[in-house]
């Protein structure tokens, strides 16, 4: 038995979240801390290098980022699912959509607690 798609999208960002997460990869973006589509993404997450992991629930089709979530619990990075690729890859400077991005910064980066404190909204989402 197939696993409905809908089953498959969680944690899901409210529009509050959503609208932080995006204004968030737009600063690390300009900053170069960005590792942008599912290819990047995914394999910062596995090197270690990744804060945290933001997945396009739009994906058509889904299957095409469905092992995202799988990376990102193997290594303990938490990611969330946003809306919308467009807007994902508008906040990553694309001039079109994008699947998967994670943001890559140190404990020096100037963003640093910006980071810190999403990681922790979004860890709060997966509950106790």
Avoid: H
């Avoid at 140190?106 to 990681?119: E, M, Y």
């Amino acid at each position: 038995m197939a696993i409905p798609s809908e089953d498959l999208i969680f944690p899901r960002a409210e529009e509050a979240l959503t609208q932080e997460i995006l204004d968030l990869l737009k600063q690390a973006s300009a900053l170069k801390l960005v590792k942008k589509g599912y290819k990047e993404a995914t394999k910062s997450v596995k090197n270690g290098q990744s804060q945290l992991a933001v997945v396009a629930a739009d994906t058509d089709p889904l299957v095409l980022a469905a092992d995202a979530p799988d990376y990102c619990i193997g290594e303990d990075v938490p990611y969330v699912w946003v809306p919308s690729k467009n807007a994902l890859g508008t906040a990553c400077g694309l001039g079109n959509g994008a699947i998967a991005a994670s943001i890559n910064a140190s404990d020096v980066s100037p963003l640093a607690p910006q980071i810190k404190q999403l990681r922790q909204k979004i860890e709060k989402l997966w509950g106790p």
